[in-house]
């Protein structure tokens, strides 16, 4: 080991920034396309779903691709979702799970809300006779519908409803429904994707040491861990340049969060 590394940090839970929305054991990962994913095995209406994705760090999915669709409906085999432990009543009865579609702001303005905050992208246009948007995927089924003139949010069919099959996407109502859903996970938050070799972070897995270095021009002011739950954790990461210690972090999923000089926040996760 080298002169200076530090050993001093030990981890201390400050302030609990948000409560734990869904029990980990719950809580399915996978990969696609080097973004992290989440199905979550809890009920939860859209409103709350959303809440919950973006305390853990991620957002509900958007899907922009017919290989994403695959891969997130791939998930739902591979981790064992019971149909009727997730059922949407007005969704004919079928198993659903939510994504980040909307249109509870504008009816038939369907945005990617993953903020939920009304705002979004949008990808589609009016009722089931609608048209896509800014070129975006959509996989709907013979649907949206505004069933009952209250289905407003997006989700995906887990076994397929009499206007559609597994895979494809109904609106259903939030109100009644606490479906299980998806949340995705960007690389990098803040910052463009040309722009994220600014900062590495390694090694990634870490036992003992992480390192952290930037490209000259850029300057750290200051830096932030927190749990997957959404803890601030305490590490001494002033002398960061010489590594910090995490080895007395309990093993598990971790966000690390800097800041830039430049205003721009750098989040990325690691594994202890
Ligand atoms: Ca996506
Ligand atoms: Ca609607
Ligand atoms: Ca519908």
Same mark, same amino acid.
């Given at each position: 080991?080298?002169?200076?590394?530090?050993?001093?940090?030990?981890?201390?839970?400050?302030?609990?920034?948000?409560?734990?929305?869904?029990?980990?054991?719950?809580?399915?990962?996978?990969?696609?396309?080097?973004?992290?994913?989440?199905?979550?095995?809890?009920?939860?209406?859209?409103?709350?779903?959303?809440?919950?994705?973006?305390?853990?760090?991620?957002?509900?999915?958007?899907?922009?691709?017919?290989?994403?669709?695959?891969?997130?409906?791939?998930?739902?085999?591979?981790?064992?979702?019971?149909?009727?432990?997730?059922?949407?009543?007005?969704?004919?009865?079928?198993?659903?799970?939510?994504?980040?579609?909307?249109?509870?702001?504008?009816?038939? /303005?369907? &945005?990617?809300? #993953? $903020?939920?905050?009304?705002?979004?992208? *949008?990808?589609?246009?009016? =009722?089931?006779?609608?048209?896509?948007?800014?070129?975006?995927?959509?996989?709907?089924?013979?649907?949206?519908?505004?069933?009952?003139?209250?289905?407003?949010?997006?989700?995906?069919?887990?076994?397929?409803?009499?206007?559609?099959?597994?895979?494809?996407?109904?609106?259903?109502?939030?109100?009644?429904?606490?479906?299980?859903?998806?949340?995705?996970?960007?690389?990098?938050?803040?910052?463009?994707?040309?722009?994220?070799?600014?900062?590495?972070?390694?090694?990634?897995?870490?036992?003992?040491?992480?390192?952290?270095?930037?490209?000259?021009? /850029?300057? &750290?002011?200051? #830096? $932030?861990?927190?749990?997957?739950?959404? *803890?601030?954790?305490?590490? =001494?990461?002033?002398?960061?340049?010489?590594?910090?210690?995490?080895?007395?972090?309990?093993?598990?999923?971790?966000?690390?969060?800097?800041?830039?000089?430049?205003?721009?926040?750098?989040?990325?996760?690691?594994?202890?």
């Amino acid at each position: 080991m080298k002169k200076g590394i530090l050993t001093l940090a030990t981890l201390i839970i400050v302030n609990t920034v948000n409560a734990q929305c869904v029990d980990e054991a719950n809580v399915f990962e996978f990969t696609f396309d080097g973004k992290t994913y989440e199905l979550i095995k809890e009920n939860k209406n859209w409103p709350d779903a959303a809440e919950c994705a973006l305390e853990r760090g991620g957002a509900l999915v958007r899907i922009d691709s017919e290989e994403e669709n695959t891969a997130l409906f791939d998930a739902i085999s591979t981790f064992d979702v019971i149909p009727s432990e997730t059922i949407a009543p007005d969704g004919g009865g079928g198993a659903y799970l939510w994504l980040g579609g909307t249109d509870r702001a504008e009816e038939g /303005v369907w &945005i990617w809300d #993953i $903020n939920d905050d009304d705002t979004g992208d *949008q990808f589609w246009e009016g =009722a089931v006779d609608g048209t896509p948007v800014g070129g975006l995927y959509n996989n709907w089924g013979d649907e949206p519908d505004d069933f009952g003139d209250l289905q407003d949010r997006a989700a995906m069919s887990v076994n397929g409803w009499p206007l559609g099959v597994a895979g494809e996407w109904n609106d259903v109502n939030d109100d009644d429904n606490e479906l299980f859903f998806f949340v995705e996970y960007e690389p990098v938050d803040g910052i463009e994707e040309e722009d994220a070799s600014m900062i590495s972070i390694y090694p990634n897995p870490v036992s003992d040491l992480l390192f952290i270095t930037t490209a000259i021009d /850029v300057q &750290i002011e200051g #830096i $932030n861990f927190y749990a997957i739950s959404g *803890q601030l954790v305490q590490l =001494a990461s002033e002398n960061w340049t010489e590594g910090i210690d995490v080895s007395n972090l309990e093993a598990g999923t971790y966000f690390i969060e800097i800041r830039l000089d430049n205003g721009v926040l750098f989040t990325e996760k690691f594994i202890k």
